[in-house]
């Protein structure tokens, strides 16, 4: 009930500790540790409870509200949309297979809801616009939200949450919910439950971050006219730049400027390399370093690539970094390479998608950039017209009755990750587990159990493709 408190103390996390990634990432310190106990007011208590606002959590809140759930989720920003609005992500990446959308449903309506709003420029998007759009549509969905609360903590009960544990600038405070969904990227929620997780590769070497960024001055006319005859003009000079020292860590894969009217961009260039997106030393150091290499890129465009960028200024970098991958959080059944090359396809398949996988290397170093480019470009392209099934089971995360996991940190390999991790699967995934977290809350509270055939006829009336719901036949 809303109003309500419970004790929250050491006895009933005891055991947390020694779960896999709880406590293990804590800073060492001096080694010591404090315990302490308080009674926490429950302020909601719903359905459905949502952590993060990104597009999968938008998109499960949107969803679960569709199929009658009582919804409430907490952002940890000041804004929806997460990479695509906080951390400037310009684009939303492939919407399907080349001959026809996949992201459909919650996904392609909300990109037709921005092209009517003129929000769309030139394949990438205004981010305010963007922003206020993710605001219009969970206000219209009914679902209840709040921004700049994330969670803390998790009280379990067996193998079930009961509570989930924010901090907020009220203080901290507890959610109580039927059914849970971790959409926060990170899979902050799912590790608190202790979940197990693993991260990068067989080393642990994870993904670069970047910290993206926007210009003006930029005179469009003129590039159009004189840019470099190059399959990456914008990085035409770079190896010419990095011999002259203009960069204090030469970086060769260089994504480049989209364009907007009046001499605007947004850019998607450099690397942060060995960053960890789940500690925040790592992130405190990234973040530095990225802010300082924008100054090395704006010389690099100014003197070495012209054409129009003469008088380039940085306006801003992005207020969270761009990160590709951290924890991916074990689920039913891990989706490897495997289930990737046979395009395969899945009895209880909540989604298709196509995107290359887009590992993108993790040095600066000229033959890491090959392998990402002969990965990305060649070893496993897909041709127009095939996709892979998304399985339902990624999204329960392994132990825990009443949890479900949605968006880059599903339970995946990491080249399947690199695949999955854009904002159209995302979509998908998200509006999947928030029909799967509703018919939840509304039956056993199991969402290992649901129905998948219930939750299939559920996403096609609500939009989604699913060719193989009916008849699928796992080769």
């Not at 459909?104 to 205004?126: S, W």
């Not at 395969?344 to 996988?357: H, L, N, S």
């Not at 095939?386 to 390999?413: F, H, Q």
Request: glycine letters at 12%; proline letters at 4%; charged letters at 25%.
């Amino acid at each position: 009930m809303k109003g309500a408190a419970f004790s929250f103390g050491a006895a009933p996390f005891a055991g947390f500790g020694s779960q896999a990634g709880a406590g293990a990432e804590l800073p060492a310190g001096d080694g010591s540790r404090v315990s302490y106990s308080r009674s926490l007011p429950v302020k909601v208590d719903t359905d459905v409870f949502i952590a993060g606002g990104g597009s999968a959590g938008v998109a499960a809140a949107v969803a679960a509200r569709a199929a009658g759930a009582r919804v409430f989720l907490a952002e940890g920003f000041t804004c929806f949309g997460g990479m695509g609005t906080a951390a400037r992500v310009p684009v939303f990446m492939q919407w399907g297979d080349g001959t026809r959308d996949l992201a459909c449903g919650f996904g392609t309506r909300f990109r037709d809801r921005l092209q009517k709003a003129g929000a769309m420029v030139r394949g990438a998007f205004d981010f305010e616009a963007v922003k206020r759009e993710y605001d219009a549509v969970m206000a219209e969905s009914g679902a209840d939200f709040v921004f700049q609360t994330r969670v803390v903590d998790v009280v379990r009960e067996g193998d079930a949450i009961r509570y989930a544990v924010v901090a907020a600038p009220s203080g901290i405070w507890a959610v109580r919910a039927k059914a849970f969904i971790d959409a926060t990227g990170n899979g902050d929620l799912a590790v608190q439950a202790g979940v197990p997780f693993e991260k990068g590769d067989a080393s642990g070497h994870m993904m670069p971050a970047s910290l993206l960024s926007a210009w003006c001055g930029v005179d469009w006319s003129r590039w159009e006219k004189e840019r470099p005859k190059s399959p990456q003009p914008f990085g035409a000079e770079l190896a010419r730049a990095a011999a002259d020292g203009v960069f204090k860590e030469p970086d060769l894969h260089m994504t480049g400027l989209y364009r907007f009217p009046d001499g605007y961009a947004t850019a998607n260039i450099g690397h942060v390399f060995d960053l960890d997106g789940t500690d925040e030393r790592s992130l405190t150091k990234g973040y530095i370093r990225g802010r300082e290499s924008m100054k090395e890129y704006e010389r690099y465009f100014r003197e070495y690539v012209k054409c129009g960028l003469e008088n380039i200024r940085l306006v801003e970098t992005a207020a969270m970094m761009g990160v590709r991958e951290t924890r991916r959080i074990m689920g039913d059944y891990v989706m490897t390479l495997d289930d990737y090359m046979k395009r395969a396809v899945f009895p209880d398949e909540i989604g298709r998608y196509a995107y290359p996988i887009d590992i993108h290397p993790s040095s600066a170093d000229k033959d890491a950039y090959e392998k990402h480019r002969e990965e990305f470009d060649r070893l496993y392209r897909y041709k127009k017209g095939e996709s892979y099934g998304i399985p339902y089971r990624i999204l329960c995360a392994k132990g825990v009755k009443n949890l479900l996991v949605a968006g880059r940190c599903v339970s995946t390999d990491q080249k399947v990750q690199a695949s999955i991790r854009v904002m159209p699967a995302c979509y998908i995934m998200g509006q999947a587990a928030g029909m799967a977290a509703a018919l939840a809350a509304d039956g056993s509270g199991d969402v290992h159990r649901v129905d998948i055939r219930a939750l299939q006829r559920k996403l096609k009336s609500f939009g989604a493709y699913l060719p193989n719901s009916s008849d699928a036949v796992v080769r």
